[in-house]
C-alpha cells in the first residue's frame, strides 16, 4: 500500500479522492475544529476511508514530520486558498494566511516520490504571475530555502538563477500545473482549481493531467438533439426550459460528441425529495432540510436545475447566496441543502457534516470534489507503480 500524508485535510474531499485511488495516509492534518469533528466523527461511524484516518488537529506550523516513520510516496493538500480566491481581499503572499511555505517544508522534509497541491484558479491571475511562479520554483527545489529576513523577490531571483545554471543536483522536483475544471471530469458542478503536481526527478516519471471525458457539447446534444437527457429523467416537453442559446449552440454541432454529457444538478439530486415542497419526506435523508432565506439578485441568481451547479463558496463571513441556491425552472430559488451540496462535491452519501449550516457550508465550499482528486491521485499512482517494477 502506499503511504500519504494530507495537509490542510478540511472536510476531507482531497483526502477522500486520495485514499479512494489506492493510498493510505499516515497523517492527516488539519487545524480548524469543526473540519476534525467531521472527520472525527465520520471515523467513529467507520465511513471508509476516513475509518482508517490518523487525525491530527492543530497548527502545521508546529508539526514534527519527523514522527512519520517510514516512506512517504505522496504528500497532498490545499493551503487555504483566501488570500488567493477572486471573492477575497487579495493580499496574496502578504496574508498570514498563506500556508503554502508549510507545503513546501512537508515536500522538504518528507521527500516524498510525488506531491499534489490545489488551489482556487484565482492563483492564477496576472496580478500573482510571480507568486505563483515563486511557489512553482520553490517545489521545485525544496532544499533552496530563504534565507533569514530575505524577501520573497530575492528568494525568487535565487531559484531562477538556480533553475538556470543546469545541471542541479539534490532534492528536487519535475513540476506541472494545470487549472481543471471539474465538470470535465464528471463533477455535477463547473469548478475550476489550479493543480500543482510533482514527481521527484529521480523517479524519472514523466506524466501528464488525466484527459477530460466529460463536455458540455455532449450535454448540448443530450439535451437538446436526441431528447435522451430529458426522456431519462422524464421531464415532458412542457415542463423543459426555454434555453434559446444552448439550443442553438448544439444544432450547430456537426456531429455527436465522443464525450460523455455533463453532469447536471438534476442528475445530482434528482432522486431527493424537494425539502421545500415535501419536508416531511426529505426528514428520512440526513443532512436534507430547507434553510429558508435564499433571495436571486444581480450577479447570484442560483444553478440552474439542468446544467452542472455554478461554484459552490464557502464566503468570509457565512454563504454568499447565489452560489449556493437551487435555481428551478420556474424562476424560484431555495439554498442547496448540505446533503446536496455534498452530492455536488461527490461526497459519500453516507457522510455526515459537523456544525451549523453555515459552517458546513463553509466546509463543503473550500472542498476538493472527491471525483476529481481521485481521477488526478490514480494518474499519479498508476505512474508511481509503472515506476516501480520498470
Known amino acids: 500500500m502506499m503511504r500519504s500524508v494530507e495537509l490542510f485535510v478540511g472536510a476531507g474531499g482531497l483526502g477522500i479522492g486520495v485514499s479512494q485511488a489506492g493510498f493510505r495516509p499516515a497523517a492527516v492534518m488539519d487545524w480548524d475544529r469543526w473540519a ?16 482508517h484516518w490518523p487525525i491530527h488537529e492543530g497548527d502545521v506550523r508546529q508539526f514534527d514530520f519527523g514522527k512519520i516513520n517510514g516512506t512517504v510516496d505522496l504528500v497532498t493538500g490545499g493551503p487555504p486558498c ?30 516524498p516520490r510525488a506531491f499534489i497541491f490545489e488551489n482556487v484558479k484565482g492563483l492564477t491571475r496576472s496580478s ?17 530555502v530563504a534565507k533569514q529576513e530575505e524577501e520573497w523577490l530575492a528568494h525568487l531571483a535565487r531559484l531562477e538563477e538556480h533553475h538556470t545554471k543546469g545541471n542541479v543536483r539534490g532534492l528536487h522536483y519535475r513540476v506541472v500545473m494545470r487549472v481543471l475544471n471539474a465538470a470535465n471530469y464528471g463533477v455535477p ?48 416537453r412542457k415542463h423543459r426550459p426555454v434555453d434559446n442559446a444552448a439550443k442553438s449552440r448544439a444544432m450547430k454541432l456537426s456531429e455527436r460528441p ?29 443532512d436534507h432540510r430547507f434553510q429558508p432565506g435564499a ?34 425552472a420556474d424562476g424560484s430559488v431555495r439554498y442547496f441543502t448540505v446533503r446536496e451540496s455534498a452530492r455536488l462535491q461527490t461526497f459519500p452519501d453516507d457522510m455526515v457534516f459537523h456544525g451549523a449550516w453555515s459552517e458546513t457550508m463553509r466546509q463543503l465550499g473550500n472542498a476538493v470534489p472527491c471525483q476529481l482528486a481521485r481521477i488526478v491521485a490514480s494518474g499519479v499512482r498508476g505512474r508511481l507503480l509503472a515506476a516501480a517494477v520498470s
Open 36 to 51: 476534525c469533528d467531521t472527520l472525527r466523527e465520520n471515523r467513529e461511524r467507520g465511513l471508509d476511508p476516513i475509518a
Open 82 to 111: 483566501q488570500p488567493f480566491s477572486m471573492g477575497g481581499r487579495h493580499r496574496a503572499f502578504l496574508d498570514s494566511r498563506d500556508m503554502f511555505p508549510q507545503a513546501i517544508r512537508a515536500v522538504r522534509e518528507l521527500q
Open 128 to 144: 500573482f504571475a510571480n507568486y505563483l511562479e515563486y511557489i512553482r520554483l520553490q517545489l521545485t527545489y525544496p532544499d533552496l
Open 189 to 236: 458542478q463547473r469548478r475550476e482549481r489550479i493543480f500543482l503536481v510533482g514527481f521527484r526527478a529521480d523517479t524519472g516519471i514523466e506524466w501528464h493531467f488525466p484527459n477530460p471525458a466529460y463536455s458540455r457539447d455532449a450535454l448540448l446534444w443530450s439535451q437538446w438533439r436526441d431528447d435522451v437527457y430529458w426522456d431519462l429523467h422524464r421531464v415532458a
Open 258 to 286: 465522443i464525450d460523455k454529457p455533463w453532469l447536471t444538478v438534476r442528475d445530482a439530486i434528482s432522486d431527493l425529495p424537494d425539502p421545500e415542497l415535501s419536508p416531511g419526506t426529505a426528514q428520512g435523508f440526513h
Open 295 to 328: 433571495r436571486s439578485y444581480k450577479g447570484h441568481t442560483g444553478s440552474p436545475l439542468d446544467e452542472p451547479a455554478k461554484t459552490l463558496k464557502a464566503g468570509v463571513h457565512g454563504v454568499p447566496g447565489g452560489e449556493n441556491m437551487l435555481r428551478r
